[in-house]
């Protein structure tokens, strides 16, 4: 048996329940989680708002993206072996199987090594907040011309989203609270502006000739639009459409994230050679789950991670 953040049943809250440890069967292993992150899944899971339209059966365990040790490979099973380091996402629209638990089995192609110099921690935080911010930055097409917009700079994706399109060399302007300026500036935003005063002003005082990219991680994606100039992008991690925003003079992209594993190998083989940060804002024990969910809604610098080890 392990321990596990589970929900039970309809209209119950998460807890941590004792749940099977099964055998990997052909193709899979068995990994003791060391680490896993807490998304938005997760949040809206634990709040009941997904019943209606997303497979499940109970217990629901919660969670998706991970890192631990293979403690045991089932048969046929060549890319990783017992002691590998391994960090991997569930993925698909079944709620059952998650990852916020001391064992889990997945596919072996669900999983990738973990180079040296990466921590379980990162590992385990980089999963879906990285493929995302990939994702969306790469639908942008930036190059050293443009002027992107970042939104929701100091979340998980937000914060990785900064970054990466700082590496394009684009100039990079971020929305964040005033006591995380530092904080994003760090991550590579030329500009910080306050969100949560007139948006548009600040841009504009920013950029006066607008932005021609936006990558949306969150807020209001209208207003974020007004603030492209005629022929701008915009990146959508949360379904926009150019409807939504009322504009049909740019480009709105509607982003859902793919994960591979081969996107994963590559982001973390950019955080062990330096060239990415993970930002991670708090961590919580198994038995401090629960405050984990609580504190997602938040405002926060970087991923919040649930430790195992």
């Not at 890192?67 to 993925?91: C, F, I, K, P």
């Not at 940060?277 to 809604?297: D, I």
């Amino acid at each position: 048996m392990a321990r596990a953040l589970t929900i039970s049943a309809r209209g119950e809250s998460p807890t941590v329940t004792e749940t099977p440890s099964p055998e990997p069967g052909p193709g899979q292993v068995r990994v003791a989680v060391q680490a896993a992150s807490v998304n938005g899944i997760d949040a809206y899971v634990a709040a009941g708002y997904v019943w209606d339209s997303m497979p499940h059966r109970f217990p629901v365990v919660l969670g998706r993206d991970f890192a631990g040790t293979v403690e045991a490979v089932g048969t046929d099973v060549t890319s990783v072996r017992v002691g590998d380091l391994v960090a991997g996402v569930v993925t698909g629209m079944d709620l059952y199987l998650g990852v916020i638990a001391e064992h889990v089995v997945v596919d072996e192609d669900g999983v990738v090594a973990v180079p040296d110099g990466v921590t379980a921690v990162q590992a385990a935080a980089l999963g879906l907040a990285g493929v995302s911010a990939r994702d969306m930055v790469d639908s942008l097409s930036l190059t050293t011309d443009d002027v992107v917009l970042v939104s929701g700079a100091t979340g998980g994706v937000g914060a990785l989203a900064v970054q990466l399109a700082a590496a394009t060399g684009a100039t990079v302007l971020a929305t964040a609270r005033p006591d995380a300026t530092e904080f994003v500036r760090g991550l590579g935003a030329h500009t910080v502006v306050d969100h949560t005063e007139d948006l548009a002003a600040a841009v504009a005082a920013a950029a006066p000739d607008g932005v021609t990219a936006v990558a949306h991680a969150a807020g209001d994606a209208a207003a974020l639009a007004k603030t492209l100039r005629p022929g701008g992008r915009l990146a959508s991690l949360l379904g926009a459409t150019a409807e939504q925003v009322g504009r049909d003079d740019i480009t709105v992209t509607p982003v859902g994230a793919q994960f591979t594993p081969e996107k994963l190998r590559a982001l973390l083989d950019a955080v062990a050679a330096g060239q990415l940060r993970v930002p991670v804002g708090q961590t919580f024990s198994l038995e401090e789950a629960t405050q984990a969910l609580g504190a997602f809604g938040e405002p926060k610098q970087g991923k919040l991670v649930i430790t195992l080890d």
